[in-house]
């Protein structure tokens, strides 16, 4: 599987941003996601897709972000919503099989092993 992200860029305090990452490979019975690292800090779970379609999101952007699959298109979105600056951040996506949910529900970067490159995200007042 191979992953690609693209759409980041910088906005202002309250703007929007919609992230893409096209897939290519199988990516059946997967959990798709998106992880964001800002420099010093850990890398953190920020929004999940199962293959069923069910998601889940991080408390800091309920609410704000909302993550989608085109399955035609095999394509993850992550809609920003709502911007504040500690959301800046390198966003990344990944993706790994998961046919019973446990690496969506854990949300931990240990449990993929495919990975994009990354697409900046900066948010200023």
């Known amino acids: 599987v191979r992953l690609m992200e693209s759409g980041g860029g910088s906005v202002q305090v309250g703007g929007q941003l919609l992230l893409s990452c096209v897939a290519s490979?199988?990516?059946?019975?997967?959990?798709m996601g998106w992880f964001r690292q800002a420099p010093g800090k850990e890398r953190e779970g920020v929004a999940f897709?199962?293959?069923?379609?069910?998601?889940i999101y991080s408390d800091s952007v309920t609410g704000r972000f909302t993550i989608s699959k085109d399955n035609t298109k095999n394509t993850l979105y992550l809609q920003m919503n709502s911007l504040k600056p500690e959301d800046t951040a390198m966003y990344y996506c990944?993706?790994?099989?998961?046919?019973?949910?446990?690496?969506?529900?854990?949300?931990?970067?240990?449990?993929?092993?495919?990975w994009g490159q990354g697409t900046q995200v900066t948010v200023s007042s």
């Open positions: 897709i199962r293959s069923t379609g069910s998601t």
């Open positions: 490979g199988y990516t059946g019975s997967s959990c």
């Open positions: 990944a993706a790994d099989y998961d046919p019973y949910g446990g690496r969506c529900i854990r949300r931990n970067p240990s449990d993929f092993d495919y």
